[in-house]
């Protein structure tokens, strides 16, 4: 079987999209490790490996379909947030992009009829929902409990238990 080399470029695209994140969230981890968030920096350097995880999927699913897929460079990610709160609305915001990169690539999917391609993506189009959620309800934190210094460490203890026992592990 064949991807088309509009196909292949997407998904390419996506790997360089997957790794960005994996590097983003790692100068994120640093962050919050440095100023102190203990919590927080291990859930961060966890969402690193997920995405890590990502671009290994895309990865090898060009691999097998015998099509090579490009290792890319990375643009340096930014490692300086003015809060806690504004790391976590930028990862959400980094989840938005990736999950229009996604859909994007499902249109063209389903244009050319690439039926295998589809069904691939049918893992992300849903693990996107998730990571949006995520981050929202981790956002909505600092509404409901508050900006002040108890209140950004309870947050952060939040964050160490989902290191711990993340809510898709078992997936
Ligand atoms: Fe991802
Ligand atoms: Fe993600």
Redesign the pocket.
Known sequence: MKISPKMKKALDDQVILEAS?SNSYLAMASWCEVTGYRGSANYFYMQSEE?RTHMLKIIHYLNNLGTLASVPATKTPTNSYKSLEDLIKSALKN?QT?TKAIHVMVEIAQKEKDHSTYVFLEWFVNEQVQ?ETKFETLLQKFDLIGRDKLAINEIDKMLAADAAAPADAAA
């Open positions: 994140a995405e989840e990736v990571e």
